[in-house]
């Protein structure tokens, strides 16, 4: 069962303004309160995920000087809830170099992947330390991913809508995640877009505790998508 119908990966620009109004004053199809029952299970969640992400960071404190060499975090800003800026915790899976904006329809830079890098994003390891971003209030378990600060203003003035997306906080996981899979251009952000769209439009609990199965199936199986 998808969640998300296969118009909404083409055409982002079908989604119901109307559903966003309601969202932003409180209202979603579980009632008022979904915002305060998501928080509540952010927090729970966050809290049992911290031990495993002390776990894996010891880890890689013991592997980083053979496959990974350098230091074990890597801290970028995101645009988050509201259009505001917010630095991003993750493991670090590329090789150090020099600061070098990439531009938003720039490939990544495979090549700097390092081996257990590689693993890492694999098994979205790499994402865990957001958890301490959850924690702080910047970050959902659940909900659009945070795009890179920079590319992100590129994409308010090329992607209609791209803004509504930021009307709640952003994810480690979502459902464009699960559905869309990784995106490096614009063309293909627009269908990480609707899907993100559709995702504030239909917010239930039942909908983040399938897009937390589908994640941890991909997790589990390695399977990227």
Not at 16 to 45: E, L, N, Q
Not at 63 to 73: A, E, H, K, S, T
Not at 192 to 213: G, N, T
Request: charged residues 20%.
């Amino acid at each position: 069962m998808s969640y998300i119908d296969a118009s909404f990966r083409d055409d982002f620009s079908v989604v119901s303004s109307s559903s966003f109004r309601g969202f932003r004053h409180g209202c979603s199809v579980t009632g008022r309160a979904y915002p305060y029952i998501r928080r509540g299970a952010d927090i729970v969640g966050s809290a049992v995920l911290a031990p495993v992400v002390g776990v894996v960071a010891l880890a890689l404190l013991a592997l980083n000087p053979f496959w990974n060499p350098g230091p074990l975090f890597f801290r970028q800003p995101r645009m988050g809830r509201g259009c505001l800026p917010f630095m991003a915790l993750k493991f670090r899976t590329m090789r150090p170099a020099e600061a070098v904006t990439r531009a938003a329809d720039d490939p990544l830079e495979e090549d700097r992947i390092t081996p257990l890098g590689r693993v890492l994003r694999k098994m979205r390891l790499d994402e865990l330390p957001q958890v301490l971003n959850v924690l702080a209030g910047e970050m959902s378990l659940i909900g659009p991913r945070p795009d890179f600060y920079d590319h992100a203003v590129t994409y308010l003035a090329s992607i209609p809508r791209y803004r509504q997306r930021h009307m709640i906080r952003p994810g480690i996981s979502g459902l464009a995640q699960t559905e869309v899979g990784y995106v490096s251009s614009i063309r293909e952000t627009r269908r990480k877009v609707s899907a993100d769209l559709y995702y504030i439009q239909h917010a239930s609990l039942r909908m983040d505790a399938w897009i937390v199965w589908r994640t941890l199936k991909v997790v589990l199986t390695r399977a990227g998508t």
